[in-house]
Nanobody, 123 residues
């Protein structure tokens, strides 16, 4: 059974930083796409960043380019999202995703979703 467990969310002031972690289990780690999506109240889910676990290639959403960095630790089956220069509009539930046979910022590309971790940025 595949499990994705997120951690690292919280409340921070604008301009601050957070690092999210996602630990995958019961899952073939290599040669798949993993990453992060987010959903704010009243809005559609948005692709934030994804990474190809087989080689480290990444794709970022336009709204987070230059501020967020996705990375992986193969030995720990963990994907990270380092978020800097946070803005109030980054406030959302952040979901870890896995199981993508290709890397796309599209919700339909991923078979597995975590429960989410809340990020709240105050002005």
């Amino acid at each position: 059974q595949v499990q994705l467990v997120e951690s690292g969310g919280g409340s921070v002031q604008a301009g601050g930083s957070l690092r999210l972690s996602c630990v995958a289990s019961g899952y073939t780690w290599r040669y798949n796409c993993m990453g992060w999506f987010r959903q704010a109240p009243g809005k559609e889910r948005e692709g934030v960043a994804v990474i190809w676990t087989g080689g480290g290639g990444t794709i970022y959403g336009d709204s987070v380019k230059g501020r967020f960095t996705i990375s992986q630790d193969n030995a720990k089956s963990t994907v990270y999202l380092s978020m800097n220069s946070l803005k109030p509009e980054d406030t959302a539930m952040y979901y870890c995703v896995a199981g993508g046979s290709g890397c796309y910022l599209n919700t339909y590309a991923y078979a597995y979703w975590g429960q989410g971790t809340q990020v709240t940025v105050s002005s």
